[in-house]
């Protein structure tokens, strides 16, 4: 299974401050474990808000609303993530408890999803051929001048 | 023999040789993804001194001898090379040099079916399967595959690394199943393999140099399967039903790319070669002297459209008879649809209808929008104008094909009339 | 891509000896593991030409001329061929390599040729030029 381990944004990663330097090297050293664990799958950090563009979509017919960044600091808002194959949502819950916290964020939060498997249905080709198939009898059907 | 030749011979070798090597391999090893590194780890041996020493006599015993002493290698340094070992130690019994001595020597025939079997397991994702089969048994790289399958590269590499990993931690057993198991599990087979068929024949986008390729590995690969199981009456129908379709794979779309339907087709540059083997494919599933399955079946189809010399020629009647048959093995709307048209071509429209009247009634049809669009293609052919536009009108409705959509319009429109 | 495998006559098959029981076994090996990696789309083995009738246009426009066997240049002609398909031209010269050889005494002879197919004999330039930027695309690609 595929979890994806969201950080929250905070005052900090929003204002651009760099981390320390034992903050960078202890999310190194946790990137790596996973990666020698095999679990690593994707990490990103997100450059702060102020970069970015927000688009409200807001339906059918008005078009679509487009304000830049920043945004509030909500909880909507996220600095990073961590995508990580795990067995079970454990062993995700797990791995997330040894992500490093950067000093002066105490208070920051990680949230532990599964990511949706690819959802599309088994394809039966058997029964794609058949539908190919009724499709060229239809337009012989169609081509055909008279009946008995 | 320059450098640059060598590794273009190396390249064939490599082709022909790996499926082999790999499930050899992975018998020994009794891991699939620890197999394939051992047989590329072999492939590098060779990569840097065929060039000098040139190409031996026998190069799949060559590669299979540098790939086991690699194993023996890893087993005595004891020590695990990497981190990448020692998690599948975790994962998977450890074999002992005895165990690899002991399973050194087997019909490759049959490793091969056993790899098939574990690529193609139900553990994993249809896609995954997919996937590994072309990696595994056809030899194709990871650019190759994500190419046909309009996929990025890395979206397939990571499918088959977690393929692998699944296979290993779920212990999935390098065999061939036995008893009731098997069918089922056969089943899985042919579909992967005649959706890599699919995947090429149906599209009519894509890469068109890479997307007959996976029609021709698909059939290889049946050709294969048909060799190392020769008792499956299925095996050889899925053969029979992939040579027919891809005897007419050239004439099937025009010089400007677009499709061109049976009816319309130069039946004079269909693959003559390839019918011949078809029939004689169905004709080896016939001698097994079992009931034919929904493969043989739909290949037995095929069959008439191929003996026919013009489309006026088909012999409709003996394809709706076929049809019925496949109800019985197969049932399902479609089966049914299709018999409908056969039945009218042979014997008109009117008894068509009929058999699409009483699907009417079918609770799990309500929503199938082939339903009402070959009965209003039916209703139209009996001159029931009003009856069928109303019909072409609901098809329209219910799909969500936007083009199929238009298409079922402008039938309806056709019918004359106004709109209900 | 497909491949004929043409074996060449030699004085022995001409003379229609039969090959021995080594090479026919070894020969069905062959054709057994050309099947068994499902390149093998079929083969056969001639009559010497003895039996062969050649027809020949001697003059432009003008009349056939009917000649019966035998001939006599052995190595012009063909014994038999096998049809193989393949994914490029190096694998059908490592299966050829593979065929036992054909006599065993000096003159086995196998002649390689690619069969034409459709596509070759369309000419749109059009198509054939976009195969060939993606197919030299492809082979940069491989090289990088």
Redesign the interface.
């Given at each position: 299974m595929r979890f994806m381990l969201i950080v929250r944004a905070n005052g900090l990663s929003e204002a651009g401050i760099l981390h320390t330097h034992r903050f960078e090297e202890g999310m190194a050293e946790y990137r790596k474990a996973l990666a020698q664990a095999g679990k690593l799958l994707a990490a990103e950090e997100l450059q702060p808000s102020s970069s970015g563009v927000r688009i409200r979509l807001t339906g059918r017919d008005a078009s679509p609303e487009v304000c830049p960044g920043p945004f509030p600091l909500d909880h909507r808002l996220i600095a990073g993530y961590v995508v990580i194959e795990a067995e079970t949502a454990d062993e995700a819950v797990e791995w997330a408890l040894k992500m490093p916290v950067p000093a002066g964020c105490e208070g920051s939060e990680v949230d532990v999803r599964e990511l949706r498997e690819w959802a599309q249905e088994d394809r039966n080709p058997r029964v794609l051929a058949l539908e190919a198939d009724l499709q060229e009898q239809v337009r012989m059907l169609n081509q055909m001048q008279k009946f008995l | 023999m320059t450098s640059s030749q060598t590794h273009?011979?190396i390249?064939?070798?490599w082709?022909?040789e790996s499926p082999k090597l790999i499930a050899g391999l992975t018998r020994m090893v009794r891991d699939v993804g620890l197999a394939e590194d051992l047989a590329q780890d072999a492939l590098v041996i060779a990569l840097q001194r065929w060039p000098e020493s040139g190409i031996p006599d026998n190069p799949g015993a060559w590669l299979m001898t540098a790939a086991k002493r690699r194993a023996i290698d890893l087993l005595r340094r004891n020590k695990l090379r990497d981190?990448?070992y020692a998690?599948m130690a975790q994962t998977t019994e450890l074999y002992t040099e005895d165990d690899l001595e002991r399973n050194m020597d087997g019909e490759i025939?049959d490793d091969l079916l056993r790899l098939i079997f574990m690529t193609c397991h139900p553990v994993l994702?249809?896609?995954a399967r997919v996937a590994l089969t072309l990696r595994l048994l056809c030899g194709l790289t990871t650019?190759e595959i994500a190419r046909s399958f309009l996929t990025a590269e890395s979206t397939i590499a990571?499918r088959i690394v977690?393929a692998k990993?699944t296979l290993s931690?779920r212990k999935v057993p390098f065999e061939v199943p036995e008893g009731e198991e098997l069918q089922e599990r056969l089943s899985a087979v042919l579909?992967v393999i005649?959706?890599m068929?699919?995947e090429g024949y149906?599209a009519t986008t894509g890469?068109?140099?890479l997307r007959p390729?996976l029609c021709?590995e698909a059939?290889?690969?049946?050709?294969?399967l048909a060799?190392?199981a020769p008792e499956e009456p299925e095996v050889h129908g899925l053969v029979a039903?992939m040579e027919i379709?891809s005897s007419r794979f050239?004439?099937r779309v025009s010089?400007s790319g677009e499709p061109v339907?049976?009816?319309d087709q130069n039946r004079t540059?269909w693959?003559r070669?390839l019918i011949r083997?078809g029939l004689a494919a169905l004709e080896r599933c016939r001698k097994l002297g079992r009931p034919l399955g929904?493969?043989a079946l739909?290949a037995a189809?095929s069959a008439c459209h191929a003996q026919a010399p013009a489309?006026a020629d088909?012999d409709w009647a003996r394809i709706a008879a076929l049809y019925e048959a496949l109800s019985r093995v197969?049932p399902?709307p479609?089966?049914e649809?299709?018999r409908a048209?056969?039945i009218?071509?042979a014997?008109?429209?009117a008894f068509g209808l009929q058999l699409v009247d009483e699907l009417m009634h079918e609770p799990a049809l309500t929503e199938y929008h082939?339903l009402p669009?070959?009965r209003g293609?039916?209703l139209?052919?009996?001159g029931r104008m009003d009856e069928a536009r109303s019909e072409f009108e609901r098809a329209a409705a219910m799909t969500r094909n936007s083009r199929e959509q238009q298409l079922l319009l402008k039938r309806a429109a056709e019918c004359g009339g106004s709109p209900n | 891509m497909r491949f004929m495998m043409i074996v060449k006559a030699t004085t022995d098959s001409e003379a229609g000896v039969l090959p021995s029981p080594e090479l026919l076994e070894a020969m069905h090996r062959y054709n057994e593991e050309l099947a068994r990696a499902g390149v093998l789309l079929g083969g056969d083995g001639l009559h010497p030409s003895s039996s062969a009738i050649r027809i020949s246009y001697p003059e432009p426009g003008g009349k056939p001329k009917v000649v019966d066997g035998p001939f006599t240049e052995a190595k012009e002609m063909i014994a038999g061929y096998t049809l193989i398909e393949v994914k490029s031209r190096e694998e059908a010269i490592e299966w050829a390599l593979r065929m036992p050889d054909p006599h065993g005494f000096g003159q086995g002879q196998i002649e390689l040729r690619q069969v034409f197919e459709v596509e070759d004999l369309t000419d749109n330039p059009e198509a054939i030029a976009k195969e060939n930027a993606l197919r030299q695309q492809l082979e940069e690609q491989r090289k990088a």
């Open positions: - | 273009r011979t390249d064939a070798i082709r022909i981190e990448k998690e025939g994702s249809q896609d650019d990571q977690r990993r931690s579909e005649y959706l068929f699919n149906s890469d068109h140099w390729l021709q059939l290889r690969l049946g050709r294969v060799e190392i039903l379709q050239k004439t010089a339907l049976l009816m540059q693959d070669l083997r929904p493969y739909q189809i489309a088909t197969a399902s479609i089966v649809l299709n048209v056969a009218s071509m014997f008109g429209p082939l669009s070959v293609d039916l139209a052919k009996l | -």
